[in-house]
């Protein structure tokens, strides 16, 4: 389908990444999934996706220097930051950096939906 | 001449003279930076009143939801910084960033502060220990060192392994870093996570190394405590938390106590006493209570073992019967822990708290010789009276006889506040409620509730016990307290008062019958009955007159750590100081809370939103007098697409037929639904207090006052509009998204003033409130303003609520001056619940409620 958004899942937690996935693509996204920075690099190059969902924890890289990484190459693409630890340091940094959101895990799907198609919607108004 | 015209013209009226398309550009993404604020405003709101509310209800909650909470909050404002500044464009509010980092640096230093562990020995012997050691040795320990220094009571020999020395073994190699990583994101409601986690945990603490000189302390001071003994003994490793003390909290048998630990073994059992504090059911009993883990240190007592006959528990008085008259003695053969562990047969006494303590009622079905003699009985109740005394309190008091005869006292505790209140309620009535299923046993938690039955027999069962199930087992071992947060009611088929989950179940709430011969085979899983633990019955199916009047749950969280944190972190979060827009001190540095930086953040956001068109001449391309019949003005900004696109002949006029923004018409459509009637004749007294208040304050202005709200403006986009009014001597601001997604949609309104004295203008708030609570908003009342707000609702269900703001908008103006008592404001609520009913005929049947806070 044409009006699907791309939607970019990176996450080092096998299972949570999975599920996520499927149920977002069962919900009418294009879901490409990584389980690490390098995967998620290979992913942007070549898919073009129009939001990310990037885990602040990541095995290879951290997900702060990640989304700076991103932002460089791809400053108009939204970022939405996971994390599984709240820290209100980490939360600010991610916004400071330029994160368009920030999300605590246990995420709610739906809510999950709405943030990405409103990042998504202010992306393409920009 | 014409050139001196357009000069003057250009001077005072800028137009802008750009690229139009450009200018749209521009202006749609000053729109997009104020929507994100509004949006990030919004969930700011949100979030505050989430925590206050959380405080207010007294429901358990943990360091994950404080820590979410501020988290989400502090992401919020920055993001509304981040877009105030975007929409300032000129480098304006520089110095927001560092207001609002060290207003959230406060607020993480809160989140992160770690109880201090003073500095102190790794060891203190029983005969250096009193209640003034507690920082060092833990409440029990200090609690029986009390006993045996200064109540001159015999307690066994031993020493205790200090908190200093647990606190410097759980520091080294990152351990306790490693466990609060591990803890942080538990989700306690999924117990298969929490037993996963739980068993880490304890592996962690048991795997690591104990530091070389403690071993060789603890070693040492075993090796004089067998001196003293001149024989090799065996000790009792006993918990002795430090951190919960100040709470009537009873962490009862949520910690290990190893028994009969031989030198060896010492060093290995210290470790695994305290990697206790992590069993699952002492984490989710800390999650209940509101305690951090860190608010705990384990200390540990090592004491000789006794070489107990009989043993037991001794309560000072009958458990919820403070002035009660009466010592109840439980006794069992052997160790006094079969005593707590509850599956034990037992034998109990209640014996006269005055000398000689005779005995006033006899344990029944004994055969054979009793356990206790009435001299030991009266020895007993003597203590019992001796150490109330000395503690200043009823006491729950654990205690053994060794073969020569002699009492040792084990522990002393305060019997636990929840316990005030137990087991007096009188047995229920017979009403008509159907025959029980069983009778008969103790009642050891009282009260009366329904659910499906679920028997748990297994560790495995525990997992799939479901929330609010009645939980039925044969014993009543400790390790089922991890259900108490899920749990109904429970049943047992042995079991007495003392038993540890019995306390549990007392400060929980949860009804709770024990002894309950045949329970376990007659009751049926997925059966639903009611529990009347008070009545000693469970009876078939839901028995309303036994559920009705129920008594509220206890608070569980009142005065824990967690609840002193959240309200410490909320006082850097909630208060309010900047409320007049008007005022010099109404700017960025005088910013003290996150809810300073969202009122300053939003303020300005509309005034630059305004700035913008006056930069570009847009105001006077875009502000449009309402064409209308009304005794008022009204002004209109198009933000992006709250017009209609055809081209306006004129550009000062518009008519309400080409506004396309759904919620200014919604509130249109409330504002004249009903013509308004005037001002209401003014009572003498009104009148009189309008022209008192008029003479002493000539401006009469209220709070909220700016340069924009001189005049009634409507800033609308299609799904968007912010109405400020000032109508007469009030202030109204409205203000509502209807987004397509339900993260973005919400109504906010705040009104402050009015001409009347202060308590005609409260009376009007009052009503205001009253009426916007029926409609569902949350209502908060702060002197005399007001502030409600819906969130996340559907369209068509916030447009209603729309139409009662614009109602009460036109309605209750100048109604403070004839709010002359209450009868009078009931008579306009009267009347305005009625009006309301026509403007909104599908609307479900209206209750007056008056559920606002003040």
């Known amino acids: 389908m044409t009006n699907e958004i791309r939607l970019l899942l990176v996450d080092d937690e096998k299972d949570f990444l999975e599920v996520t996935g499927k149920r977002l693509a069962r919900r009418g996204f294009a879901v490409k999934i990584a389980l690490t920075c390098g995967e998620a690099k290979a992913i942007l190059d070549h898919e073009w996706p129009e939001v990310v969902v990037l885990d602040v924890m990541l095995p290879d890289l951290n997900g702060i220097q990640f989304l700076k990484e991103i932002k460089q190459k791809w400053p108009l693409l939204p970022v939405i930051l996971l994390s599984g630890h709240a820290s209100v340091q980490s939360g600010i940094k991610g916004i400071e950096c330029g994160a368009y959101d920030y999300c605590l895990k246990p995420v709610d799907l739906e809510e999950l939906i709405e943030r990405v198609k409103i990042a998504y919607q202010e992306s393409r108004a920009v | ?854």
Not at chain 2, 204 to 211: E, G, M, N, T, W
Request: one cysteine or more; a neutral charge; proline letters at 6%.
């Open chain 2, 1 to 854: 001449m014409l050139r001196l015209i357009t000069a003057l013209r250009r001077r005072f009226f800028p137009e802008h003279h750009g690229d139009p398309q450009e200018l749209q550009n521009a202006f749609r993404n000053h729109y997009l930076h104020f929507r994100g604020l509004l949006t990030a405003n919004n969930n700011a709101l949100e979030l505050m009143a989430e925590a206050e509310q959380m405080l207010a209800s007294g429901r358990p909650f943990g360091m994950a939801f404080v820590r979410g909470n501020c988290t989400a909050l502090s992401v919020n404002v920055y993001k509304m910084i981040k877009h105030l500044t975007a929409l300032a464009d000129n480098g304006g509010y520089q110095r927001l960033p560092s207001r609002f980092k060290e207003i959230s640096g406060r607020i993480e230093a809160i989140l992160d502060r770690q109880p201090t562990i003073g500095a102190g020995p790794h060891i203190l012997g029983m005969d250096q220990i009193d209640r003034t050691s507690i920082d060092l040795v833990g409440e029990k320990m200090a609690n029986l060192g009390e006993i045996r220094n200064r109540v001159g009571l015999t307690t066994p020999d031993g020493f205790v392994i200090t908190a200093t020395a647990a606190g410097e073994f759980m520091a080294g190699g990152e351990l306790q870093t490693e466990i609060n990583r591990q803890l942080k994101s538990l989700d306690i409601d999924n117990l298969e996570e929490l037993y996963t986690i739980s068993a880490a945990v304890q592996q962690l603490i048991s795997v690591a190394p104990l530091p070389e000189e403690l071993e060789t302390q603890i070693q040492r001071a075993y090796f004089q405590l067998a001196d003293r003994a001149s024989k090799e003994v065996l000790v009792a490793m006993r918990s002795s938390a430090l951190g919960e003390d100040g709470m009537r909290v009873s962490f009862a048998g949520q910690y290990r106590t190893q028994l009969n630990v031989a030198p060896e073994f010492l060093g290995r059992t210290y470790k695994e006493i305290l990697a206790g504090k992590y069993k699952s059911q002492a984490i989710v009993y800390r999650q209940q209570r509101g305690y951090r883990h860190q608010d705990v240190v384990m200390c540990v007592g090592c004491l000789a073992m006794v070489e107990a006959t009989v043993s037991g528990v001794t309560y000072s008085r009958p458990p919820g019967d403070s002035r009660g008259n009466g010592v109840l003695i439980h006794a069992v053969r052997g160790l006094a822990s079969g005593a707590v562990d509850g599956d034990v047969p037992h034998e109990l006494w209640r014996v006269a708290r005055y000398a000689p303590h005779p005995v006033l009622a006899s344990p029944t079905g004994i055969t054979g010789p009793a356990l206790l003699s009435p001299d030991r009985l009266a020895e007993l109740a003597e203590v019992a009276v001796r150490l109330e005394a000395h503690f200043g309190s009823p006491q729950d008091i654990e205690w053994s006889y060794d073969a020569t005869g002699r009492l040792f006292l084990l522990q002393s505790r305060p019997l636990g506040e929840a316990e005030s209140g137990a087991l007096v309620t009188p047995p229920t009535a017979d009403g008509d409620q159907p025959p029980p299923l069983l009778a008969g046993g103790a009642t050891v938690s009282p009260g009366a509730a329904c659910g499906v039955v679920f028997k748990v027999a297994s560790s495995l069962d525990l997992l799939r016990f479901p929330p609010g199930g009645v939980l039925v087992v044969k014993s009543p071992y400790p390790d089922w307290a991890v259900l108490v947060n899920r749990a109904s009611a429970i049943v047992s088929e042995t079991g007495q008062a003392a038993a540890h989950l019995a306390t549990v179940a007392r400060e929980f709430g949860v009804p709770a019958l024990f002894g309950v011969a045949d329970a376990f085979t007659t009751l049926g899983d997925g059966q639903l009955v009611t529990v009347d633990a008070s009545g000693r019955r469970v009876h078939p199916g839901r028995v309303e007159s036994l559920l009705s009047e129920q008594p509220a749950k206890p608070a569980l969280m009142r005065g824990s750590p967690i609840e002193q944190l959240l309200r410490e972190v909320l006082a850097q979060i909630t208060p309010l100081n900047l409320t007049n827009p008007a005022s010099p001190y109404f700017r960025a540095s005088a910013c003290e809370t996150l809810h300073d930086l969202t009122r300053f953040c939003h303020e300005k956001a509309v005034q630059e939103m305004f700035r913008f068109g006056d930069r570009h001449g847009f105001d006077k391309r875009s502000a449009r007098q309402l064409v209308v019949e009304t005794p008022f003005q009204w002004w209109v900004i198009n933000l992006d697409d709250g017009f209609a696109e055809e081209r306006q002949p004129d550009k000062h006029f518009i008519n309400l037929s080409d506004i396309r923004s759904t919620p200014m018409l919604a509130l249109w459509q409330g504002m004249t639904a009903i013509p308004w009637a005037g001002p209401p004749p003014v009572d003498l007294g009104g009148l009189g207090s309008i022209i008192f208040q008029s003479t002493r304050n000539p401006r009469l202005d209220p709070a909220v006052r700016s340069g924009l709200t001189a005049r009634n403006y409507f800033l609308v986009a299609k799904n968007f509009c912010n109405l400020s009014v000032r109508l007469g001597y009030h202030l109204a601001l409205a203000e509502a998204n209807l987004s397509e997604y339900l993260t973005e949609s919400y109504i906010s309104f705040q009104f402050k003033g009015g001409a009347a004295d202060n308590h005609r203008r409260l009376l009007r708030v009052n009503l205001l409130g009253d009426i916007l609570a029926v409609f569902d908003f949350r209502v908060e009342i702060k002197g005399d303003t007001l502030t409600a707000r819906i969130e996340k609702r559907p369209r068509e269900y916030l447009e209603k609520r729309l139409m009662v703001l614009g109602y009460l908008l036109i309605h209750t103006r100048q109604i403070d001056m004839v709010m002359a008592d209450e009868e009078v404001r009931d008579q306009y609520r009267v009347k305005i619940l009625a009006d309301l009913a026509t403007i909104l005929p599908n609307h479900e049947p209206l209750a007056i409620g008056t559920n606002h806070d003040q």
